[in-house]
């Protein structure tokens, strides 16, 4: 079984960035190889302040759960909105936190695919840039060498707030193969498990 864990830089209930992740989810059953052994979860990222007297102590709950998803992950995907030329703090926090501890990072060498959306015509590329440097000094293992960016976004969806613009769902069709033929390589490297 591959699993493969969202996380949506967005928190809001209606979001439009938790909606591209949707339609790559349901895509992934449909990426070559993967079939009906693919597990998809979402990760929330309603965790504390990042704080290292509070790392001393222990894990809060939120984390603790947050990181427990995280580490059974084959491959993460991330999309996140565009906030004043960034990725919202609050998803900076959540990786900061997965970073942690210095040394043991859940975060390196993890498959992840970086995606953005957002209302306006460049799609938060911005905000992706900036997510992908991060990724990058946390040494995660970026699986889309292009970005994808959703611009426009709220004309690709429909009143319910799901994808359905042809080109959007192409887009994130090959974003899902490319995360399945990722996965199953790093599958055929794996050592055996007696």
Known sequence: MVGIVLISGSVRADSANAAVLRAVADQLTAASGLGSTVSVATAPIDVPLFDEDVEAVGWPAPVQGLREVVAAADALIISTPEYNGSMPGGLKNALDWLSRPHGASLLEGKLVATLSASPSPY??????????????????????????????????????????????????????????AACLAEASNAPARC
């Open 123 to 180: 799609g938060g590329k911005w905000a992706q840039d900036h997510l992908r440097h991060v990724l990058g000094v946390c040494s995660a293992r970026l699986i889309n060498a292009e970005e994808l960016v959703v611009g426009r976004v709220f004309d690709a969806r429909n009143d319910a707030g799901d994808i359905v613009d042809p080109e959007t769902l192409a887009s994130l069709g090959r974003l899902a193969d490319e995360v399945a």
